[in-house]
Nanobody, 124 residues
Framework: QVQLVESGGGLVQAGGSLSLSCVAS????????MGWFRQAPGKEREFVAA????????YYADSVKGRFTISRDNAKNTVYLLMNSLKPEDTAVYFC?????????????????WGQGTQVTVSS
């Protein structure tokens, strides 16, 4: 059973920064592509960022490109999401995803495992 535990969410003013972490309890973490998604109230879950197994390739949604940075530490089974220049429209529950099955990395259905989510609220 793979468990993903996110942390680091909170309330921040627009223009501020937050750093999210996701610890994975899986022996295959170092070979797995990891993703971050978010879901705002009344909206579908949307792709935020993804990172390949080595950290050498990263992918971002256009809405966060240049503001968010995804990274990973395979020795700690942890993936991070550094969020800068936050906007009110970034407000959502942020989820960590693992167990990538291939195909489009930006599609939630391509991941087998999900964390419980962490709330990020950006005030204007």
């Amino acid at each position: 059973q793979v468990q993903l535990v996110e942390s680091g969410g909170g309330l921040v003013q627009a223009g501020g920064s937050l750093s999210l972490s996701c610890v994975a309890s899986t022996r295959t973490f170092s070979s797995d592509r990891m993703g971050w998604f978010r879901q705002a109230p009344g909206k579908e879950r949307e792709f935020v960022a993804a990172i390949n197994w080595s950290g050498g390739s990263t992918y971002y949604a256009d809405s966060v490109k240049g503001r968010f940075t995804i990274s990973r530490d395979n020795a700690k089974n942890t993936v991070y999401l550094l969020m800068n220049s936050l906007k009110p429209e970034d407000t959502a529950v942020y989820f960590c995803a693992a167990g990538y099955r291939g195909g489009y990395y930006s599609i939630a259905a391509q991941y087998n495992y999900w964390g419980q989510g962490t709330q990020v609220t950006v005030s204007s």
